[in-house]
Structures are given as structure tokens and as C-alpha cells.
């Protein structure tokens, strides 16, 4: 864990985002270096017990700390105003981490129920081996949310935007209601980054990421990361500090190197996506386009309100169903088929029989995913190209 604000000037998060870095060795290295080592050494024993006890802020081993990982750390609180973080092997992890240490046997889970697959299947299979009960609430209805609090409800989870149909959600008056119960709102910010959407200056308790997405931005290494309250964030340090889901320092530094481009890139993805969405509205094969910058989508004023722009994903639903969607997806040339989302390079995936493949019919319909749904990660290429790719396939898989 690192909650060392570290006294640089008072830079905008962009900036800071580039400038913090790890002390310069004697070398004067203009770029961080990587710390891939497994521990580290003390000058007596004094010093090396005055470690094991806490009393001095000293590296141990990089399971607990290790320099490259603070510096990831650092900057992403800068990015989300956050006090502290801890960088984990992936996205998954940090979910599971931040439910394990914060709940316990008899607590309740209120979860937003357009999640990705994975993370339901946390919820719904292993967090009741531990006596830890959850409950759904629909993001299109914020308002029922405060009727399905419990006395024993620990925490509020959600995505906004969700995966993969894109629901938005008003954080600021569901922090509102759990600030008014006591409950911790933990939020899964890896559809907008920290460069479009600061949940936790909206009220958020804890900010999720798979750093996996569009923090790498190139379809690299694996990552996860929890940032928020010092003290829950102590809390899911000391977890995963006996656990060991640290994150390797090697992604690390690639992460945190990646940090230094993630404003530009999240505009021209943004700028793409939103011209696709456009461009795609009215074409014949569809029955819907969907984006949070869409003036059709139904959270739009939120959306606008709460992201500086509207993200990298694009969603639409194909007539012809599930049958469709396979020979779109046969049918693109460009495009990439891919088990991930937020890369350079322009991604197009069927939810229903990959990501949220686990989900049951019921589930996937209640959340919007219908057997002709496409997510597609629009990446960095030119506009024109991804346009044309996407229009062909379309054409092709008619019929």
C-alpha cells in the first residue's frame, strides 16, 4: 500500500501523472527504473526489525511494497483523488480482494447487476461459501436502491459505465444514500479510466480498475488496482500483503508508463467512438446503437454530467439475433476477436457467449444483453478505417 502524497507542486492529474516517479538513483536516469527484485536488504538488524514491526516505512518484500509499484500507485491516486492504493496482479483480483477484506461471514452485498462475468461469479458462488449474502439492484432504477438496504448491507458495488451495455448510474446520490447508512460505495471505474470519470470525487469510497484495459492501453500485461480511504485500502493491504495477489513490478512499470499517455489516448478513442456511434445510428442491420454521449441513450444527462467524454466502447444489437452476430464477427477484416477491451487496436466481441457466457438467459436479458449484442472496443486507428470495417461486416452478415 502507499498513501505518501508526495510533496510535489500542485500539478493538474495529467501532469502528475507523468512527473511523479520514484527518487533518481545516482545514475540520474531520466526515466524510472525497474525494481525487479523479490525483497530487500536493511544496513544492520535494527533496522531490519524496526522494518518487520512497522516502526519505520521500509521495503520488504515486493508481495508488501516494492518502489516500482509505489510509483503506479502514486500516480493513479493523483489520476483519482484517492488517499492510498494497492496495485494487484489483475482486475479480478483487486475486486475480490476489496470484497474479502471489508466483508465478513453475515454481511450483505447490495451489487449493481450489470457487472462483468467474472465478478458475478464471485458474487453468486463463492462469496456465499463464506455466509456473505448479496442482492441485485437495476441501474435504470436508482430509485429502488435505498429500499433493498439491509441493517447488515457492508457495501454498495457497481460499474458505471457497466459491461457491457453501458448503463450509467448518478454517483453522487447513490453516495449520497450509502453516506447516510454508513455503507461503503466501492466503485468499478475501468470503462471511463481516472482520465474521463474521478469517482471518488463524486462521494465514492473505493475506485476499482483492471489496469489490464485501458490503463496498459496496449493489450500488454495483466493489473489491478484499489484506491480510495486510507483506512479500507489499509485494510485490503494487510489481505492481500498475507494473500499474495501483488502486482508483478515489471506490469507495473509498463503501467505506469502507460499513465503517461492515458489522457491523449482516452480522447482519440473517445472522439472515435463517438463519431462510430454516430455514424452507425440508423443503419438498417440494427435495432440499437448505445453510448453514454449519445443523445439517445437514456442516462445521457447523466453521463455528460459525470465523464468529461464518453469512453472508448461502442454497443449495438444486431437484427438477426446470436446467428448474425457470428458472421459479423466471421465477416471483419480489421477488427480483432479478442477476450479483452481498451487497446490501441480496435476490438469486437459477442457478450452473451463470451464474457457473460456464465450468466443465465434471465440474467443476461435483465441486463441487457441480447443474443445479437456486439461490444466494440474502438482503438487508435483512423476513423475511417474502423468505420469501413464495421459497415462491410454488417453488410456481409445481413440475410
Not at 544496513?43 to 522494518?51: H, I, L, P, W
Not at 453501458?166 to 453516506?179: C, G, M, P, R, T
Not at 485501458?214 to 485490503?236: F, N, P, S
Request: aromatic content about 8%.
Amino acid at each position: 500500500m502507499n498513501s505518501d502524497r508526495q510533496q510535489e507542486p500542485d500539478y493538474r492529474p495529467e501532469t502528475n501523472a507523468i512527473r511523479i516517479r520514484t527518487p533518481r538513483t545516482a545514475e540520474k536516469e531520466h526515466s524510472s527504473p525497474l525494481y525487479l527484485t523479490s525483497s530487500f536488504c536493511y544496513d544492520d538488524a535494527e533496522e531490519m526489525r524496526a522494518a518487520f514491526a512497522d516502526e519505520i516505512d521500509a521495503n520488504i518484500y515486493s508481495r508488501f511494497s516494492n518502489p516500482t509499484a509505489d510509483e503506479f500507485v502514486k500516480r493513479m491516486c493523483s489520476l483519482e483523488g484517492a488517499e492510498a492504493g494497492y496495485a494487484t496482479a489483475s482486475g479480478m483480483s483487486a475486486v475480490f480482494s476489496a470484497f474479502m477484506a471489508l466483508l465478513k461471514t453475515g454481511d450483505h452485498l447490495l451489487s449493481g447487476n450489470a457487472i462483468f462475468g467474472s465478478t458475478h461469479t464471485v458474487i453468486s458462488k463463492y462469496l456465499p461459501k463464506w455466509g456473505i449474502e448479496s442482492t441485485y439492484f437495476d441501474l435504470n432504477h436508482p430509485e429502488l436502491l435505498e429500499s433493498l438496504i439491509r441493517p447488515n448491507t457492508r457495501m454498495i458495488f457497481l460499474e458505471t459505465p457497466s459491461n457491457p451495455g453501458l448503463d450509467i448510474i448518478d454517483l453522487e446520490k447513490v453516495s449520497a444514500v450509502a453516506q447516510k447508512h454508513g455503507i461503503i460505495l466501492c466503485v468499478d471505474n475501468c470503462f471511463a479510466s481516472p482520465a474521463l470519470q474521478q469517482p471518488i470525487r463524486q462521494g465514492a469510497d473505493l475506485v476499482l480498475h483492471s489496469a489490464t484495459k485501458w490503463i496498459d492501453g496496449q493489450g500488454r500485461v495483466l493489473g489491478g488496482i484499489v484506491l480510495g480511504r486510507e483506512a479500507l485500502v489499509h485494510e485490503i493491504y494487510l489481505f492481500c500483503r498475507s494473500t499474495g495477489p501483488a502486482i508483478s513490478p515489471f506490469n507495473a512499470w509498463l503501467l505506469s508508463r502507460s499513465l503517461e499517455t492515458l489522457h491523449v489516448r482516452m480522447e482519440r478513442h473517445s472522439q472515435n467512438a463517438l463519431r462510430l456511434a454516430q455514424a452507425l445510428q440508423g443503419n438498417p442491420q440494427l435495432t440499437s446503437v448505445r453510448y453514454p454521449f449519445l443523445e439517445s441513450h437514456p442516462q445521457y444527462e447523466i453521463a455528460r454530467r459525470q465523464m468529461s467524454a464518453g469512453g472508448g466502447i461502442v454497443c449495438f444489437d444486431l437484427k438477426g439475433g446470436v446467428e448474425q452476430g457470428r458472421r459479423f464477427l466471421d465477416a471483419l477484416k480489421l477488427l480483432s476477436l479478442t477476450a479483452n477491451l481498451g487497446d490501441t487496436r480496435s476490438i469486437a466481441s459477442h457478450p452473451s457467449s463470451t464474457t457473460h457466457a456464465k450468466l443465465s438467459e434471465e440474467e443476461r436479458q435483465a441486463v441487457g444483453i441480447t443474443p445479437g449484442l456486439i461490444r466494440i472496443s474502438v482503438g487508435l486507428e483512423a476513423f475511417e478505417d474502423i468505420l469501413q470495417d464495421i459497415v462491410q461486416a454488417l453488410e456481409a452478415s445481413a440475410g
